[in-house]
């Protein structure tokens, strides 16, 4: 409520009609969660890693860690989105250009639910944005299993903004208390893990697949590879696409880590 307060105050609300808006995106996992929210044919700008179509019109320069302000005042936007690690300085200039600025969330494992509810509130669309943040936020009934995920050497943890998703998919990081830490083996064999899945930095999205490669490293690792995890082969992989992005695609990621093992029998 706060963080849709500041926006209100920053002049963004109800000024604007929906079919008025003019949408310039600096984040990624925003713009998925604007085509999620049915509103592709409003973003103008967004950036070079934005999940748009290669035929959308939207002009695709627009880099936060190298901010242009004369193409952005160009492309007279109505509302520019920010990632939660942007430069506060381009935030204020922004601003001070006369642009609304909706500034995302800081990491955590609830910021994704509460980045699509601000950019439903934006955008009009309440309704399926709520719809999807219940999702992202949804419990089961399932006996949580740790997941351990890796990306680019870091492991993920309950505070990240993965955290929600596992935990919709009936998993838990074992990794308590943060958001991502660097990997560790020596780490991994005290926090033992039932499963392990790495992101593999791939613009494609993919479904989770068993990683023989994964495996065979697990097992030349001494600290770990007499986990029962390892031992059972609980080593999977998938591609880094705009699913895995901090926007509404990770309501597939979902559905994708659902089709997991979903017991752990055998284990003792």
Known sequence: MLRLLLVIL???GPLLGADELRIVSYSPG???TLIDLNCADKIVGASAWCPLPKDHPAVRTCDVFNPDIELLIKLKPTCVILPRLANPLWANRCQQAGFNVLLLSPEGKNSVANDTRLIGTTVKQNVLAETIAQKLEGKTNLKSQRLLIIWDGMMAGEDSYLGNPMEAAGFQSPLTGVSWQKLDWEIVAKIKPDLFLWIENNAANSPITISEKRLAELLNVPAVKDLWSVKNRQAYTTTSGS????????CRVIDKLKTLPSSKSGKP
Do not use: E, I, S
């Open 30 to 32: 925003a713009t998925q």
């Open 243 to 250: 699913d895995w992005l901090p926007g509404t695609g990770l």
């Open 10 to 12: 920053c002049g963004f």
